[in-house]
């Protein structure tokens, strides 16, 4: 009798893994494979919004250095430049534009322009960006909303006479697609602003 109980309690080594054991080995597959995908799509998000910065800098200092390039005093105040659709976008580059907000939460006061204002015509272009030659999901133009602002800036007066202007420039971009995901917008990305003194 005590053989046999013994013999019950014994596991055999051909016995497999009791549905309970299964269950819970499934269970923690499945986290772990949920917390991977989860890491994998911030990453993705992450990799667009960083795509999506790098292009509005360079298109930021490719606007600043057409505005830079003429002095406060040249006779001729605007320039221009074109998109990849062809289309000719005027650069107004006299004193005003767009209106701009107050970051009252920074200590220095810094203002930034004001994207929620209504632009200014002559001082903003709705830019596109084209990826020739590519398909699917970087294929996808984009559209960046860029603005500026030429301020004279007289204080203190600059030294030796002349005349120096405060150029601010800012790009967004307004697409919610263009990296294979739908709703882009949760995974926004402030404006780019550059700032330069332009002198006489």
Known sequence: MKRTIRRKLRRSPNEGFSLIELLLAMIVLAVGLLGGMIVILTAIASNARNRFDTAAVALTQSTMDRIIVLTASAGVQQTQITDCNGTVHAITTAP???????????????????????????????????????????????????????????????????????????????????????????MFSIPVTLRALRGN
């Open 96 to 186: 005003g534009g767009a209106p701009l907000v107050d970051l009252s939460a920074i200590s220095n006061g810094i203002q930034v322009i004001d994207f929620t204002q209504d632009p200014v015509a002559g001082y903003q272009m709705l830019y596109t960006l084209c990826a020739t030659g590519a398909t699917g999901p970087t294929g996808v133009p984009q559209v960046y909303d860029v603005r500026w602002r030429i301020t004279d800036f007289v204080n203190p007066p600059p030294a030796g006479g002349g005349s120096t202007q405060l150029v601010l420039v800012a790009a967004k971009n307004l697409g919610e697609a263009g990296n294979g995901m739908q709703n882009q917008s949760r």
